[in-house]
């Protein structure tokens, strides 16, 4: 793809704050919330440990702050972008990489949604939380399921030439409906009992196929041009960890929204309500099984590129999101099956996480300036 880059007037060396302001969100492309996204699941994964939840409280409440200040930054640059530098903006959505990302907006607002729902109550209360999080689980979810049918579309319908080749971002467009039926089962238990709770939960389950479904077709689409092709290598390697976000999301989101049937379903129905519990376990059980598999792919893939001398960019944040879904799963399939390992496992990956996430967030910052470069 060619981009524009917006240059001064010939013998114009001035400039002014208004045009630096202008200028460094020429490029705000819409792979940036990946960083709200990862800060996000740091906050949430905090709150689903079997271990250590009150010493790690005013941990998630910091990292939440950052996560929403940090949507409300992007938010407000992504439509200055928009609407200053149109024409940049709708190559980048035009782009076969690129427009994948179109999913982080959505991913972003339900993750700091479901933030706000589980620790935002201890600063701005539960009823502010409850309301804030469901505006923005309906924003993100409607944004979601658009970008999980529209992209796909506009990949079918474009020029053979131009579609590009399979890439783990390709996921970014579809597993955002896995999302908001996750950060949708949080959401039950303080919807009205009766039919309005039996709805929700009917929604999720629809958004869980919707994501599961799309997500592993595309999944096998980048397995298979892994093997024929290698796998991705550079700055792209990192992508290869956005698989795991797949598998760890459906396992919190089967889990939670089985947990979440027992509030709906009561006394002769009760049975619905078990066996749904019980699919989420089973679920989980396989699903962790192949997501160990794409772990150690993820790792091995990292390891050679980092071998390669893999530059910096904002794929490592790849690094976080996926693997902080991979720590609920495991909290929630652990919680479910009253499995020490299983919990023990989950807070491992959270170190891992915390730690990965720490170094992606200071060196994003140190190198912003480059990052915002076309």
């Not at 698989?243 to 006394?267: C, E, H, K, R």
């Amino acid at each position: 793809m060619t981009v524009l880059v917006d240059t001064p007037p010939r013998g114009s060396t001035r400039q002014t704050p208004e045009n630096v302001g202008a200028q460094s969100i020429a490029h705000i492309t819409p792979n940036w919330f990946g960083a709200v996204m990862g800060t996000g699941i740091v906050a949430t994964a905090a709150t689903t440990l079997p271990v250590g939840a009150a010493v790690l409280r005013p941990f998630a409440i910091a990292v939440w702050v950052v996560a929403v200040l940090m949507l409300l930054v992007l938010t407000i640059a992504f439509a200055g972008h928009w609407f200053q530098h149109t024409d940049h903006a709708r190559a980048y959505a035009r782009h076969p990489v690129m427009g994948h990302f179109y999913g982080a907006p959505a991913m972003a607002l339900l993750t700091v949604g479901a933030a706000t729902l589980l620790v935002g109550g201890d600063v701005i209360g539960e009823y502010p939380a409850v309301w804030t999080d469901g505006l923005l689980w309906c924003a993100g979810t409607t944004i979601g399921v658009a970008t999980s049918v529209w992209l796909p579309y506009s990949m079918m319908t474009r020029p053979a030439g131009d579609r590009g080749v399979a890439m783990p971002c390709w996921l970014m467009s579809v597993v955002p409906p896995m999302v908001s039926a996750t950060t949708g089962a949080l959401l039950i238990g303080h919807l009205p009992t009766g039919q309005v709770r039996l709805t929700m939960l009917c929604a999720c389950y629809g958004l869980f196929g919707l994501g599961l479904i799309l997500g592993m077709i595309t999944m096998t689409l980048v397995y298979a041009r892994a093997v024929h092709d290698g796998p991705p290598a550079g700055a792209a390697a990192p992508t290869f960890w956005i698989t795991l976000g797949l598998i760890g999301q459906s396992i919190t989101a089967a889990n939670l929204l089985g947990g979440a049937a027992a509030g709906v379903f009561d006394g002769d129905q009760a049975g619905i309500a078990l066996g749904l519990r019980v699919f989420g376990i089973g679920y989980g059980m396989v699903m962790a099984g192949f997501g160990t598999a794409m772990f150690a792919l993820a790792v091995a893939v990292t390891v050679r590129a980092v071998r390669r001398r893999m530059p910096f960019a904002l794929t490592w944040w790849s690094f976080t999101f996926p693997v902080g879904t991979c720590v609920t799963g495991l909290a929630a399939l652990g919680k479910g099956l009253d499995a020490r390992g299983v919990e023990a496992a989950s807070v491992v990956l959270f170190v891992a996480l915390v730690a990965a996430w720490g170094l992606v967030a200071a060196m994003t910052v140190a190198r912003r300036r480059e990052l915002l470069a076309p």
